[in-house]
């Protein structure tokens, strides 16, 4: 019989293998896989999902945010809210791939590329690449509805909004090592277009009022199970959506079938089958074994984001195995917030990114002089991050 800790390490390179496919699937058939080869009872790992709240909220929360997603997209109501800012090109490079990249649909860093494109010509295509990819993902390390913060909150055990407060400093961080590495040789000038605070405000309104209701909730009702504020907020934001967009009943199946919706909820039942199987078999005691120092959970994770192109993933992984190990069931924010950043960083730089891979075929470049100019605010990120978790775990043996 294959031990355990092997059983593992064989669907893990499998999954790697196939992770370009469609995730959400593979997943399942590697949830299967690792069942059968540890003898881990699959009928009773699909009850557990199917019976959890929690998973079935987080699943139906993710469904809505992506149609959310499609209907802002389809409606043009964010590409008029960056018109309407009328700031300086260095800012619009900025704001322009954020505010996209809060819409949680598949390639939309190419809904961005053009307007990248339009604000500044002059930029090589692979700055453009860089410049579009860092600043559509930064913003999601401290956006509440992001799927990959609520699988940490619901796997770590910590709370949605400590998290995000915890990821604060590395997001200010990330931001202004991109403006430095990216858009600081870059001559500032103002647009032409004409301001329209109002336009502005009325277009981000259905984005913004889904979290603002989520953390009311959590706020004041902390004893009711927490993603059902989320719920309540994401059926809000759509219904303010449809009513600003005029977007009608059919055109919401056919944003549906555009996104191939179904694929964001499944993605979430794969990864909770997938751990419920790998936390009912011996491996995370076999791997916890091994007493791992933090330090390797931190080079693992951003491994781990760099070989899956995904962020929820690596989590679904390191976090079962440094509870297991440490014998906790709460992992600590202090290590959580590095491990996440660590896995963050890599999911940003790899090939197999699709946002990176589309935007180097739209820019007509290539992925060779793309990486070199990403690496650059990735890597000085990834080292100022080691040093911090050193400096402050030696603040923290001498205290």
Not at 146 to 155: N, T
Not at 180 to 189: C, D, F, K, V
Not at 374 to 386: E, K, R, V
Request: with cysteine; hydrophobic share 55%.
């Amino acid at each position: 019989m294959i031990p355990a800790w092997l059983s593992f390490l064989i669907v893990l390179t499998l999954i790697l293998f196939f992770s370009k496919k469609e995730l959400g699937i593979v997943l399942i058939f590697g949830s299967i896989l690792l069942g059968v080869l540890t003898n881990v009872d699959l009928f009773k790992s699909s009850l557990n999902v199917f019976c959890e709240l929690s998973t079935i909220l987080i699943a139906l929360s993710v469904f809505l945010i992506a149609l959310l997603g499609g209907i802002m997209e389809e409606s043009g109501l964010i590409l008029e809210l960056i018109n309407k800012l009328r700031v300086s090109n260095k800012i619009s490079l900025m704001l322009s791939p954020a505010i996209f990249g809060l819409l949680p649909v598949a390639g939309g860093a190419l809904m961005s590329a053009p307007i990248v494109d339009q604000i500044d010509p002059t930029l090589s295509s692979h700055k453009k690449v860089s410049i579009n990819v860092w600043y559509r993902h930064v913003l999601l390390l401290i956006y509440p509805l992001s799927s990959a913060i609520l699988v940490a909150s619901s796997l770590s055990g910590l709370a949605l909004y400590n998290i995000i407060i915890a990821l604060i400093i590395p997001f200010f961080g990330m931001f202004a090592i991109g403006y430095i590495t990216l858009l600081r040789p870059i001559t500032s000038r103002n647009t032409n277009s004409e301001r329209n605070l109002k336009v502005v405000l009325y277009n981000i309104f259905p984005i913004i009022i889904a979290p603002i209701i989520d953390f009311l909730g959590r706020l004041f009702f902390p004893f009711i199970v927490p993603e059902f504020f989320l719920l309540i907020g994401l059926f809000t934001s759509i219904s303010i959506a449809l009513q600003i967009s005029h977007t009608t009943p059919s055109s919401i199946f056919k944003i549906m079938k555009k996104m191939k919706i179904w694929r964001f909820p499944l993605l979430i039942i794969a990864m909770f089958l997938f751990l419920d199987v790998f936390i009912s078999s011996s491996i995370p005691e076999d791997l916890g074994g091994l007493n791992l120092s933090f330090e390797l959970f931190i080079l693992i994770g951003f491994f781990l984001g760099f070989a899956t192109g995904r962020v929820q993933l690596p989590i679904s992984i390191l976090i079962p195995i440094y509870l297991t190990q440490n014998s906790l069931f709460i992992m600590p924010l202090f290590n959580f917030t590095f491990m996440y950043v660590a896995i963050f960083l890599g999911y940003l730089i790899t090939p197999l990114h699709p946002c990176l891979a589309y935007n180097i075929n739209y820019f007509k470049t290539d992925f060779k002089k793309t990486i070199k100019t990403l690496s650059a605010p990735t890597f000085i990120c990834l080292g100022i991050l080691f040093a911090a978790y050193f400096i402050m775990k030696l603040i923290i043996m001498i205290t």
